[in-house]
């Protein structure tokens, strides 16, 4: 899979970036995409993400990650057919983290700041791979996975 990694923060070591594509991969053969997938990660300050958030989710506020995926079919949207003969790569889509509010949430949670920001890697990869918590039963499945794809890679609370 190819992932695109985005600093904005200018504040994210290369090692950290490099945990989290590990991680991210790590999640893509857990679920078997194929080789030529690709993503992109943006790391940004909780100002950064506010600005999203009150753009695309009318909540004016900032959160942890807000992932847009490419494949998510609204109500109003045609659907992409894509012809395998195309030889594109299927873009999953884009994840947003604020790491200064996994930073909060690390602390709030009692747990290291890498673990948080692993889990809001893998959420927001399952968000843009079809999966929500809309639902009691949609959060059982998606929460479920998500903790099978961390305790499987070793990052556990």
């Not at 506020?61 to 894509?82: K, L």
Request: glycine residues 6%; hydrophobic residues 40%; aromatic residues 8%.
């Amino acid at each position: 899979m190819d992932i695109t990694f985005i600093d904005e923060t200018g504040e994210v070591s290369q090692d950290k970036i490099t945990e989290i594509e590990d991680l991210l991969q790590f999640a893509a053969d857990y679920l078997k995409l194929p080789e030529d997938t690709e993503m992109s990660v943006t790391f940004m300050d909780n100002a950064a993400i506010q600005v999203i958030n009150r753009d695309y989710r009318d909540k004016d506020a900032p959160t942890d990650v807000i992932s847009f995926a490419m494949e998510e079919d609204g109500e109003d949207e045609v659907p992409i057919i894509f012809d395998e003969e195309m030889a594109m790569p299927r873009n999953l889509g884009d994840i947003m983290i604020s790491t200064e509010r996994a930073a909060e949430q690390a602390e709030e949670y009692g747990h290291s700041f890498d673990r948080e920001l692993g889990f809001l890697a893998v959420h927001g990869f399952l968000h843009i791979n079809g999966y929500d918590h809309m639902t009691p039963e949609d959060e059982k499945e998606m929460f479920g996975l998500q903790k099978e794809i961390l305790d499987a890679y070793g990052l556990k609370r």
